[in-house]
């Protein structure tokens, strides 16, 4: 079970990190649409366009429903949401520590402006 998180997390980051996609996504996530309407305003082919699509939906961030001929793409936001979650627990670390050399530096400075007055 965490390896199989762990590879999602892999790949929703991966799937972010490249400009395309997420602009991709940001579209999706406003409003589904066509492969084609979400290729309309990249200066790249539908056949590249389409692959960075893959990758998303590999990641899981998004899912493709075929009505007819026509394939629509919608966000899951889901998979966001464990990524986040990820970062949460690393920023909840790094401000614990931030608030702790606070403390630090202010008995420092205290502990210096007593030695002066002194």
Known sequence: MVEYKEVLLDQTYAALADQTRRALLLRLLQQEARVTELAEPFAMSLN????????????????????????????????????VDWLNTYRQFWEQRLDRLEVFLRQKKTAKNARRKA
């Open 48 to 83: 590249a366009v389409s692959k960075h699509l893959q990758v998303l939906e590999r990641a899981g961030l998004i899912r493709r429903e075929v009505r007819g001929r026509e394939h629509y793409l919608f966000a899951d936001p889901e998979p966001l949401q464990q990524a």
